[in-house]
C-alpha cells in the first residue's frame, strides 16, 4: 500500500506540469490562437523561476517571475501573429526555438546548483491519514494550485460572459467583431494567460520536480501539452483527466525500468509517453468520435478588423 501510495504521489506531481501548460493552451485555442511554442515559454519560465528564487531565496517571487517571464514571451507572440499578422504555425515554432536557446543562454550559470524543493503542505491530522493523507494534504502549492485553475477556467468559460465572449471569438471572429467585442483584445488576454500558465508549469519543473536548472528539462513536455488539449476536446475537466493520464504512463516507463525479468533498452521505456501521445492522436483522429472533436471553428485563422 506504501508503494502504491508512493507511485500515485509521483503520478501527481509529474501531471501537473502538463495540466499548467495545457490549460494554458487551452484558453489560447478557444480564443481561435494557435501557439505552438509551450515548449519555449516553458523553458523561459523554468530559468526565470530558478533564477530568482536562488537569487532571492524566495520561491513566491521566483514563481511570479516564472509567470511573468512566461506571459513575456506570449506577448511577443501575440505581437508577432495578431498585429503584424505573421503565420502562427511559424511563429509558434521559432517560439519554440528562441526559448530554447535563449533559455540555455540565461541559465548557463545556474547548471548544477540545486536548491530546497517548495515545502509540502503539513496539516497536523489531514496529512497522517492512511493513504488520502499524503496524496490530498502533503503535495506543494502549484500542485493545488493547478487543480483550483481547472476549477477557475471551467467556470470561467461555461459560466461567465467573458467566457462566452472568448469562445465566440473563436467561433467566428469576424461575427463577434461585427456585434462589437474586441475580438484583438480578446485575443491578446489570451495569449497572456497561456503565457503565464506555461512558466508556472516551468516554475514546477524547475522548483519542485527536479529543483534546479538543467537545459532542455522540459524534455518535450510542451508538445505533451498541446496533444492534451486535443485529447480533451478543448474542455477543461477532460484535459485535467488526460493530464493524469500521461502523467500516469510517465511514471509507468520509470517504475518499468526497474522490475527485473524485463530486458529491454532503457531508450524504450523513455519512449512510452511520447508514443502514448502519438497513439492517442491517431486514434482521435481516426475513431469515430472524430466529428465530435468540437475543435474551435477559427482556430489558426487570422483575423484583421476592417476600417
Partial sequence: MEFLVLVAATVITAATPLLFAALGELVVERSGVLNLGIEGMMLIGAVAGFAVTITTGQPALGILAAAAAGAAVSLVFAVLTLTLMANQ??????????????????????????????????????????????LIFGQDVLVYLSVALTFGVAWFLKRTRPGLVLRAVGE??????AIGHPVILVRYLACLFGGAMAGLAGA??????????????????????????????????????????????????LHAQGIAGIDLPSQIFSMLPYLATIAVLVVIAAGPWRGRLQAPAALGKPFRPSV
Fill in 89 to 134: 504555425v511559424a511563429t509558434g515554432l521559432a517560439l519554440t526555438i528562441f526559448g530554447v536557446g535563449l533559455s540555455a543562454l540565461l541559465g548557463a550559470g545556474f547548471v548544477g546548483h540545486p536548491i530546497p524543493p517548495l515545502p509540502k503542505l503539513s496539516l497536523p491530522v489531514l496529512t497522517d491519514l492512511p493513504v488520502v493523507g499524503p
Fill in 172 to 177: 467566428s471572429a469576424e461575427s463577434a467583431h
Fill in 204 to 253: 514546477f519543473l524547475s522548483l519542485s520536480y527536479t529543483p534546479m536548472w538543467m537545459e532542455g528539462m522540459t524534455a518535450g513536455r510542451g508538445w505533451i501539452a498541446l496533444a492534451l488539449v486535443v485529447f480533451g476536446s478543448w474542455r477543461p475537466w477532460r484535459v485535467l483527466l488526460g493530464a493524469y493520464l500521461f502523467g500516469g504512463v510517465t511514471i509507468l516507463q
